[in-house]
């Protein structure tokens, strides 16, 4: 996504939801990257999630589609941890 994307969704009527679980290991993270310090926030709008944002603390990592493959088994995971 877009920097710009990013941007228009931070500023949008859209409220972060914190999901607060260790992150599991991807292949698609930087090597630098803890998993541990990683947490994710999913943004609702109208009560569905638009977007999930990877976090390390206060830092926006990436924004992850909920509807990819990866966005789904992240969704999964809190849904069946709730």
């Known amino acids: 996504m877009s920097e710009e994307a990013v941007q228009a969704a931070e500023t949008a009527d859209e409220k972060p ?3 607060a679980a260790p992150a ?3 292949a698609t993270e930087e090597a630098h990257v803890n ?5 994710y ?3 609702e709008k109208e009560g569905s999630v638009t977007a999930i944002w990877e ?3 206060r830092k926006h990592l990436r ?3 909920p509807r990819s493959a990866e ?3 992240i969704l999964a995971l809190f ?3 709730g």
């Open 55 to 57: 976090m390390q603390g």
């Open 71 to 73: 966005g789904k088994q």
């Open 35 to 39: 998993p541990e310090d990683v947490s």
């Open 24 to 26: 599991e290991t991807a």
């Open 17 to 19: 939801v914190e999901a």
């Open 41 to 43: 926030q999913a943004v």
């Open 79 to 81: 849904e069946t941890a």
């Open 63 to 65: 924004t992850i589609d």
